[in-house]
């Protein structure tokens, strides 16, 4: 991938962790974490799955402030209308 690319793909995940982080209205937001045993939901560890190698997966993203997760997302590449699409989860 040639470096105009990386600093493109890497310049679009910084404007939309911007407004994944600034743009939303967190006061309407319920998260309910009721169902989720406290073993898999007090770690950071994979479950039902593994560890990956850096770069496995370039298309994943993680945002992390202040030294833990805020939030993820996956680059996805369409053929058509809008060539890229970012999903957040």
Known sequence: VSF????????FVLGA???CCLGD???N?????SEIPKAISSGSFIVGGKETK???F??????TLFH?????GALKLRYFSNP????RF
């Open 4 to 11: 105009t690319m990386q600093l493109t793909i890497k310049l």
């Open 68 to 72: 833990g997760h805020s939030c993820g």
């Open 54 to 56: 850096p770069g496995e």
């Open 17 to 19: 962790a911007i407004s």
């Open 58 to 63: 370039p298309w994943m993203t993680q945002i």
């Open 84 to 87: 890229w699409k970012l999903t």
């Open 25 to 27: 209205n967190f006061e």
């Open 29 to 33: 937001v319920v998260c309910d974490e």
